[in-house]
């Protein structure tokens, strides 16, 4: 069984920086994309980032695109996410995922990921 356990949400002020990570155990790591999504109340969920297993160019959405970077460490199985110059709009509960690599669809989509985490609170005052 595949789990993912993040970590490194909290509460920051606009403009600040937050890392998070999600350690991924599964024996193959290497071998598949992980990602992050958010979900704020009422809205859906959304991509935020990915990366492939072949660590090519990242996947960033827009809103995210120059403040946020995505990195995994394939000898410790965890991805990370760097977010800098927090805004309040990026409050949403943070979820890492994992696609394996007989999936196939855009980064950006959630029903490419079979695995998910149990998600972690960010919330950014203004």
């Known amino acids: 069984e595949v789990q993912l356990v993040e970590s490194g949400g909290g509460l920051v002020q606009a403009g600040g920086s937050l890392r998070l990570s999600c350690v991924v155990s599964?024996?193959?790591?290497?071998?598949?994309?992980v990602g992050w999504f958010r979900q704020a109340p009422g809205k859906e969920r959304e991509g935020v980032s990915c990366v492939s297993s072949s660590d090519d160019t990242p996947y960033y959405a827009d809103s995210v695109q120059g403040r946020f970077t995505i990195s995994r460490d394939n000898a410790k199985n965890t991805v990370y996410l760097q977010m800098n110059s927090l805004k309040p709009e990026d409050t949403a509960v943070y979820y890492c995922?994992?696609?394996?690599?007989?999936?196939?669809?855009?980064?950006?989509?959630?029903?490419?990921?079979?695995?998910w985490g149990q998600g972690t609170q960010v919330t950014v005052s203004s």
């Open positions: 995922a994992a696609s394996p690599p007989y999936r196939s669809g855009s980064y950006s989509s959630a029903k490419r990921f079979d695995y």
């Open positions: 599964v024996f193959t790591f290497e071998d598949y994309a």
